[in-house]
């Protein structure tokens, strides 16, 4: 069916940009009322846009980049990549297949959730101290399950791998370094006895001897570059427009930009923290912000110990980050916690303090606040808050 627009706007730059973008996704623009109230009429449809701050439609079109073998199961195919040509250096199109397998659907998404992990943490610390450590994530299911970050490359990836070794398996890897044969190695047999498996590595560069140590049977490593990964700072954090298909329609947003400052005037501070803290404080935020909503993120010492993700109640995002950490035999005493919302009771901040927890990054909103604050001091847990509405870190919800 043939589809129509008709743009009651005063015509500028913008307006006619908006135009290309109707045009583009199949719309024939109409010029009048009268016309329109014709074309309505006769029951075709006309899509009325009378300001860009209050659109009827939102629309864009893409290019096919790269076809998938299936989508996220086998049954789902076809499957693509689609790109919008932006001047983005971190868009998907961006980045570059060096060696191994195509990318599957499952892999352009574990990509982009990356991202997302990758450029909340370099901004975060940009913001807070002017500089980028080297940052190394694992990602399972598009959630973190290993990060570390440095100084120095060798110790990121050791932090990395060392997080939640189990859920890594299979996973994909994002870096901020090129990948060489010493950190491959590290990649490849730091603290297992066996070869670990990965299904992707996504890096600024790689060495010819870093991709020969981690090559697969089957190609099945992917070795994927973008080198403006190298160059992670504040202005990476991504501000398109989210766009989000459901039933009959779809929902629209602003994208996840927050980064933590500790100077904002805004955050509340309720007991002194280290500045060891302050820093695995900022470093769970950034985490907990781009995983799964309910969530809970231990960080001790620049390494991920939990990611206690997808929870339905935040006392049990807590409780799995408890558990993970124990699993994976991590000493959570003197760790901090990051909560991507306020606790609604004093139980989360219970477990968290059962497992030694020393500090908290968290928002307030919560009816039972001071209840919440007062247990912490009893404890001796830092608990650092911002309020709920600018601070909140629900994500994918």
């Not at 991202?115 to 940009?126: E, G, N, R, V, Y």
């Not at 959630?143 to 060392?162: E, F, P, R, Y």
């Amino acid at each position: 069916m043939r589809k129509f627009a008709f743009v009651n706007i005063a015509e500028d730059d913008k307006v006619t940009e908006l135009i290309q973008k109707l045009s583009d996704a199949g719309f024939e623009i109409i010029s009048s009322e009268e016309t329109a109230k014709v074309l309505t009429d006769i029951g075709l449809p006309v899509v009325r846009i009378n300001s860009l701050t209050d659109e009827e439609y939102y629309g864009f079109s893409g290019i096919k980049f790269a076809a998938c073998k299936y989508g996220e199961n086998a049954y789902q195919s076809s499957a693509a990549l689609y790109t919008r040509d932006l001047d983005d250096p971190l868009g998907l199109d961006k980045f570059k297949l060096i060696s191994g397998t195509a990318p599957s659907y499952n892999n352009y998404g574990d990509l982009d959730r990356l991202l997302q992990t990758i450029t909340h943490i370099a901004a975060t610390f940009d913001i807070n101290h002017g500089i980028v450590p080297k940052i190394a994530i694992g990602v399972k299911h598009g959630n973190a399950c290993g990060v570390g970050v440095s100084h120095d490359q060798s110790s990121a990836i050791k932090k990395m791998v060392t997080g939640d070794p189990t859920a890594l398996f299979g996973g994909l890897v994002m870096v901020n370094f090129p990948i060489k044969a010493e950190t491959a190695e590290l990649l490849l047999t730091h603290a297992t006895e066996n070869r670990r498996l990965l299904d992707g590595i996504i890096a600024p560069d790689f060495t010819p001897e870093a991709i020969d140590l981690l090559k697969r049977k089957g190609d099945k490593c992917r070795f994927i570059a973008n080198q403006k990964l190298a160059e992670l700072n504040r202005w990476r954090v991504d501000e398109e427009i989210i766009v989000r298909y459901v039933r009959g329609g779809f929902l629209l947003q602003p994208n996840y930009t927050f980064i933590l400052d500790l100077a904002s005037p805004d955050l509340k501070k309720y007991g002194e923290a280290t500045i060891t803290e302050e820093d695995d404080m900022l470093l769970a935020k950034a985490i907990s912000d781009t995983s799964n909503s309910n969530t809970i993120t231990i960080v001790k010492d620049g390494q991920l110990l939990a990611n206690g993700v997808g929870q339905q109640s935040r006392v049990r995002g807590a409780k799995l980050a408890f558990e993970l950490g124990d699993d994976n035999n991590h000493d959570l005493r003197g760790a901090a916690a990051s909560s991507d919302s306020f606790f609604p009771y004093i139980d989360g901040p219970e477990v968290l303090a059962l497992a030694g927890i020393k500090a908290i990054i968290s928002t307030s909103g919560s009816i039972r606040d001071k209840e919440v604050i007062d247990f912490c001091q009893q404890r001796g847990m830092a608990l650092y808050l911002i309020p709920d509405a600018k601070g909140r870190g629900f994500f994918n919800h």
